[in-house]
């Protein structure tokens, strides 16, 4: 097989060394089912040294589950989710969310990937009237679905004005490792700290293998968890091979290893592509994800060497994974 040099998404690079290992050294002998073993008894404490004594770890399998079943935990079926119209939960999870929880989603235009707290301001809140959905739930995603990253300030000002108005937050943090990295902060400082309720915890696109969290932030937020994953068909019987990811993905920093590089390599790309006359990226590059518009000429070549993605707006979108160098991005941008 030829090997695949991609700029196109952090799901096309494989897993990191280290999360093999542990995987392979997780696969001795027996131990029990369903999360009743040592490994997941190790992670859930990492988890909770990282996002603070009350967080509650549940892992699963996919991002999307993730996003779908803290909204299913977290509103009811008439309460509303409220994020911007291209948070991945409104525009690429093919309806996972409204399919599986019945919940509503209000969206708003997104401003350089963000919410703002304008939006929130402007929230219609009726609780007397059955007419209308009730909004309950706020979802950010961390770094945004433009490469951008809301800053520690951002995200308190969000949380403390939902939180007035009676609504929960949640985090789509499926490159919630880039964004900390850029933020030059721990974990806990850009999500429980500020007020995140719950947290989608990604890893698969930071190195691990289909191994993602549902993490609640707050005592008490969702005491039957356990068998809404069950019933949502996220419960692994193999628990162990998850958890065991997690392990030296928190107890080593990996998290923070494998963020920086791909965040560096973006960043280095963004400055390659500038260089290049006509290129004009949009967005300031503050995670893993380079967004350009692209002179015809080169357009159509590039993106099939990178295999990157046509974006709205006739943009590029570039992702960088966390293998990937600035020696990968001269020879993309030399070979051109
Ligand atoms: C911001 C964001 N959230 C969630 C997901 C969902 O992840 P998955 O493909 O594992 O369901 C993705 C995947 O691309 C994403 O980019």
Not at 13 to 28: D, Y
Not at 66 to 91: D, Q
Not at 248 to 267: D, F, M, V
Request: glycine share 6%; hydrophobic share 45%.
């Amino acid at each position: 097989m030829q090997e695949l040099l991609s700029f196109g998404s952090d799901n096309h690079s494989g897993v990191h060394p280290a999360i093999l290992e542990a995987v392979c050294a997780a696969n001795r002998g027996h131990c029990l089912a369903y999360g009743a073993d040592p490994w997941t008894a190790k992670a859930r404490e990492l988890f909770k040294s990282t996002f603070g004594a009350a967080a509650e770890p549940y892992f699963v399998f996919t991002g999307t589950a993730a996003n779908t079943l803290a909204i299913r935990a977290l509103c009811r079926p008439y309460e509303a989710i409220v994020a911007t119209h291209i948070a991945h939960i409104n525009e690429d999870e093919c309806g996972a969310p409204e399919y599986n929880t019945g919940n509503k989603q209000l969206s708003f235009p997104a401003v350089a990937g963000k919410l703002l707290p304008e939006h929130l301001s402007q929230l219609s809140i009726q609780p007397q009237n059955p007419h209308r959905v009730l909004p309950r739930l706020v979802s950010l995603t961390q770094a945004t679905e433009l490469g951008t990253v809301y800053t520690l300030a951002e995200l308190r000002t969000l949380c403390d004005l939902a939180h007035q108005r009676g609504l929960l937050v949640h985090m789509d943090g499926a490159r919630i490792a880039n964004a900390a990295v850029h933020l030059g902060c721990e974990l806990r400082e850009l999500t429980t700290d500020v007020g995140i309720d719950a947290l989608s915890f990604g890893g698969t696109k930071n190195g691990l293998l289909c191994a993602e969290a549902v993490v609640f932030l707050r005592e008490g937020l969702s005491p039957d968890f356990a068998f809404l994953r069950k019933q949502s068909m996220q419960l692994a019987s193999k628990m162990r091979f998850l958890a065991a990811q997690f392990i030296p993905y928190l107890e080593l920093g990996l998290w923070r290893s494998n963020a920086h590089a791909a965040n560096t390599t973006a960043l280095y790309l963004t400055e390659r592509l500038k260089a290049i006359p006509g290129v004009r990226c949009p967005y300031p590059t503050e995670a893993n994800e380079v967004f350009a518009h692209l002179p015809a000429a080169l357009e159509s070549k590039l993106r099939e060497r990178a295999h990157a993605y046509p974006w709205d707006q006739g943009m590029t979108r570039f992702v960088c994974s966390f293998d990937l160098s600035t020696a990968d991005v001269d020879r993309l941008l030399t070979e051109l």
